[in-house]
């Protein structure tokens, strides 16, 4: 199985493991693609995202 450099989108900060069979990256993955196909999922998953980032920015202010 290939190695891959690019970021999963759905666990941020974690690279693509290529954990869906045939995925060679986060273009392919069928997880990310039901995610971003269902309005309810992707609306979830931006929140949480906006959450992290501002985590990450309270943290680094700290």
Do not use: F, I
Request: net charge positive.
């Amino acid at each position: 199985m290939p190695k891959s450099t690019a970021k999963c989108p759905m666990r941020p900060g974690d690279p693509c493991s290529l954990c869906q069979p045939g995925a060679d990256g986060p273009h392919n993955c069928g997880l990310v693609y039901l995610v971003m196909d269902d309005p309810d999922l992707r609306e979830a998953w931006n929140q949480n995202r906006k959450e992290l980032r501002r985590k990450a920015q309270a943290e680094k202010h700290a």
